[in-house]
């Protein structure tokens, strides 16, 4: 028999017949690798854990345009490609305008933005119904909904008004033969009533068109379709004026007024800046807690077919990474020079930060505790062994045995105790760390290849370092002393 089998067989031996205090230590080391697998599994996975979860909370980045520059889709483009395609969760461009709601004499904000996008980028939204998947459909505030009555499956039609450069603009310059004119003014309730008008070679009215969807159908509103009314317009010079040559529609005075004054008002407008209209189907209801529940929400192409700009106002990006990648992808962005200025989200990149570093000192300072428990239930196995076997090891001595030898059993048992703890420990703490994950979190977590090794050699070298003391006061036996009975 060789010396290594025979080590072995002593080994093997000594833990058998001593099985009860064995399995204690065996159960300690088990325990304590168990929790430590379990807690660096978790510490290894929660970043992206907790990233996962940071992320529902919103954007923790916004692109805005830099030095009076505009934020077009292509400078978007140029700036999304300095950050890692695998660190970018979701990038939602976001145009911002006033529309008008015409039919029920309301104003809201209304926000263009691409909808694959924003699931990404706010997945807090609450949406009853679905988000908009076509073209003419919108999303609707809760906030919206209920002041104005709309559910899904309603109707919108909304109203671009273009806020032109006609404030620099003189009378002359305003009123030049051919123009085309648009203005609007307050008729009966406070709603808007809009005028275009064209200007004949001789800067005379030569056809004008009517919105007055906002007063009422039966007085109001047959101004837009009453011809009399609208041709008594026609070869007027501005400004014109109720009673000198124009005649108000009977029973409906204030419209007619406001049908004059906007003609009075109206500045030379282009195509481009004419008031525009489109008709909207409700696909979803908006729920947030937030502001956001008094905005429209519709495409970008929606958007740009009522203003006539693909121009943007703000992108906001989220971002997998910690706080020190954000700042550099933010200022790799701003220092480009592509006309994009980068800004963080503070309340959400740093609150990240924050808890991640508090995860890891929770985790160090529990994982630190568990080995030194650990070590003292080990160590203190180890000292009832040494203490119930004196007489062998005193036997043993007297026969020979070197202090290498005893140092070698004991070290032995300890390092076999640590491995077979580890690997039980590194499969339990898999389990405990999947339990968790799932309870907190809500998600499942990867296997670490390397945590067997690393939970089994930490586990070995904890066990061994609990049997030095016990060793130590084996070595120390005198053979003399114990075989005396004393």
Known sequence: ????????????????????????????????????????????????????????YGANMLLLPQNGETLGSERLAEALRMIPEEALVGAAP??????????????????????????????YFSVEGAYPSEPRQVLVGSGIADKIGVRVGSSMELTYQPTGSAGSQTSAESRAPGAV???????????????????????????????????TPEYGGRVQEDEAFLNQLVGQSLPVALGDGVDALTGATVTSAAVVEALNQATAADAAARPRTLNFTVTGILTT??????????????????TGSDQLDVAELSVSAN?????????????????????????????????LEKLTALVFLVTLVVLLL?????????????????REIGLRKALGASDGSIRAEF?????????????????????????????????????????????VIVSMIIAAASCLLPIKRAVAIDPAIVLKGE
Do not use: H
């Not at 519709?298 to 077919?305: C, G, I, K, R, V």
């Open 289 to 306: 807690g937030g502001e956001e529940e008094g905005y429209l929400f519709l495409s970008l192409q929606d958007m740009e077919n009522l």
């Open 374 to 390: 650990t070590m003292i239930c080990v160590s203190t196995t180890m000292m009832a062994v040494v203490s119930e076997r004196r």
């Open 1 to 56: 028999m060789t010396k290594r089998r025979m080590f072995l067989r002593m080994v093997t031996a000594s833990l058998l017949r001593r099985r009860s205090r064995m399995l204690i230590a065996l159960l300690s080391i088990g325990i304590g690798a168990t929790i430590l697998a379990g807690l660096v599994t978790i510490y290894v996975d929660v970043p992206r854990q907790m990233g996962a979860q940071f992320r529902s």
């Open 323 to 355: 706080v020190d990648q954000l700042e550099t992808y933010a200022n790799a962005i701003t220092e480009s020079g592509g006309g994009v200025q980068a800004r963080l989200v503070k309340r959400v990149a740093k609150s990240e930060a924050s808890v």
């Open 94 to 123: 976001y145009r911002y305008v006033r529309l008008d709601m015409t039919t029920r004499q309301q104003s809201f904000t209304a926000a263009g933005t691409d909808f694959s996008q924003i699931t990404k980028t706010s997945p």
């Open 411 to 455: 070290l032995g048992e300890g390092l076999f105790l640590g491995l077979l703890g580890g690997v039980m420990g590194a499969i339990l703490g898999f389990v405990f760390a999947q339990v968790v994950s799932v309870n907190v979190f809500g998600s499942s977590i990867t296997f670490q290849p390397l945590l067997l090794p690393a939970t």
């Open 181 to 215: 004119l648009s203005g609007k003014a307050e008729g009966f309730g406070g709603g808007l009533v809009y005028v275009t008008a064209t200007l004949d070679g001789q800067s005379k009215i030569a056809s004008v068109s009517v919105d007055a969807s906002t007063q």
